[in-house]
């Protein structure tokens, strides 16, 4: 314990830094992975197939491989084509922290797309004829009342999905990216303990612990006008 | 492509091992959540609580995290106590790592499927004079099995895509190969792409083998017309 307070005291602004950038991580890849999840899972559940096939082709790819797997395509793999070096795509994956971020992302709204399809599938059919006997077409059926619905209904297992994608983020470190899993190696290696890593977990579950009380507090606010 | 056939019995090797990583962690990570299990449905208080924050701890911190301290910390700690220059395997140390993660999901789900099993099967069974052995080996077991059968897919899924983690710590596993190979033949595109092809295939062979399963352990039950 004292070992581990010293640390703390000798190496907290680096820590902070390694921090701050897993931060970055999870909330961008959580706001753009939801953002990509909705019209995804609308896609898949829609009845024409060759709406949802590319969209189940996605899903079934980044769900079925490991996700360090998917970063060492992005990172690595993508680099061996001139045509991906010569293009715009470099400026996402030519970078360690955007090619994490990119790959933290489509993984998570793989995830999140089919929870949010199951949502889709939850809403009751009453709710949906309500809204056409309203008058509401299709669209405005779908984006006025079955998604909103289904977001609603998947909110637990969404939150359950961010609290995981805060340990997806320590991936970033093995395409160098310094988060708190990276910083936290390098302090390992220059110490030759294990203490900053240790240090580095105990801050990881305050994070995890922290997000799972916000997550279920905005489960609670989506859900408000329901009966219990 | 012909890269990929020079390569294919390494990666095969790779596979093979990736595999193996994953039985093994498996089998000690399905006994370390069923003792888990036991002492979250505890009497004593005290093993209940430390089961719970044990599980949650190890639920908190990455994957990654904890395979890189059980692989390191556990070499110190024998080096230091036991004097002694011996280096935990990778292999052991990847296997403590998965089946300390997967224990700690598993311990959760078995403890909501023991306590979904009817209380009327345990009053009945005790009342037909079963052993508490008995009890748990042909009245709580089989049914609770039945109930966690689909989260045990989810999880072993789950586990099969960690153990792509070892290949940091050196372990020669599927993806380490591929890495090899990559950096021999400049194409490491083709080499993690084979890859993900090989994961996404034995995760699909993992569903018919747990349909299987689930038809077995229901076979009791009418099914659902």
């Not at chain 1, 008058?135 to 609603?152: D, E, F, H, K, N």
């Not at chain 2, 208080?45 to 908190?60: D, F």
């Not at chain 2, 599927?174 to 950096?183: E, F, S, T, V």
Request: with cysteine.
């Amino acid at each position: 314990m004292d070992q581990l307070a010293l640390l703390l005291s000798q190496s907290w602004p680096a820590l902070l830094d390694g921090l701050w950038i897993s931060l970055q991580l999870l909330v961008l890849s959580c706001v753009l992975g939801f953002a990509l999840a909705v019209p995804l899972a609308v896609a898949r559940s829609s009845p024409q197939r060759w709406i949802a096939l590319p969209s189940r082709l996605f899903m079934s790819a980044f769900r079925g491989t490991p996700l360090l797997v998917q970063i060492f395509i992005l990172y690595y793999g993508l680099a061996q084509f001139e045509w991906v070096r010569d293009s715009a795509l470099w400026l996402l994956v030519g970078d360690a922290f955007p090619c994490a971020l990119l790959a933290l992302t489509l993984n998570l709204a793989a995830y999140m797309a089919e929870d949010i399809r199951g949502g889709i599938l939850g809403v009751p059919a009453g709710e949906k004829e309500a809204a056409t006997a309203f008058g509401m077409s299709r669209l405005m059926v779908t984006w006025y009342i079955v998604v909103p619905r289904a977001i609603g209904i998947s909110a637990p297992t969404l939150g359950n999905e961010i609290v995981l994608q805060l340990k997806s983020t320590a991936l970033a470190s093995t395409i160098t990216v310094l988060d708190l899993t990276g910083v936290a190696r390098r302090l390992s290696i220059e110490s030759y303990t294990t203490d900053a890593l240790l240090l580095a977990g105990l801050i990881y579950i305050v994070i995890a612990a922290v997000l799972s009380l916000l997550t279920r507090y905005g489960e609670m606010r989506l859900n408000r006008h329901q009966p219990r | 492509m012909a890269a990929l056939f020079d390569y294919s019995a390494q990666l095969l090797e790779g596979a093979a091992l990736t595999l193996e990583l994953a039985f093994t962690s498996l089998c000690f990570g399905l006994l370390l959540g069923l003792a888990g299990a036991a002492a979250k449905m505890s009497a004593l208080p005290w093993l209940r609580q430390s089961a719970h924050l044990v599980s949650n701890v190890l639920r908190g911190i990455p994957e990654f995290l904890i395979l890189l301290i059980c692989y390191f910390g556990l070499s110190n700690l024998i080096n230091t106590h036991f004097a002694g220059t011996l280096s935990l395997s990778p292999f052991a140390g990847g296997v403590v790592a998965l089946a300390l993660v997967f224990g700690a999901y598993a311990s959760e789900v078995f403890r909501g499927a023991f306590l979904a099993v009817p209380k009327g099967q345990l009053e009945a069974a005790r009342s037909y004079g079963l052993s508490r052995w008995q009890i748990f080996w042909c009245v709580q077991l089989p049914q609770a099995w039945r109930i966690c059968l689909p989260s045990l897919n989810n999880m072993w899924q789950n586990l099969l895509k960690d153990t792509s983690l070892v290949s940091i710590v050196g372990l020669e596993d599927m993806l380490r190969k591929a890495n090899i190979a990559a950096q021999f033949t400049k194409q490491p595109f083709l080499f993690y792409a084979a890859v993900a092809v090989v994961y996404l295939l034995l995760l699909a062979a993992s569903n018919p083998a747990f349909a299987y399963f689930e038809k077995r352990a229901n076979r009791g039950y009418a099914s659902p017309a």
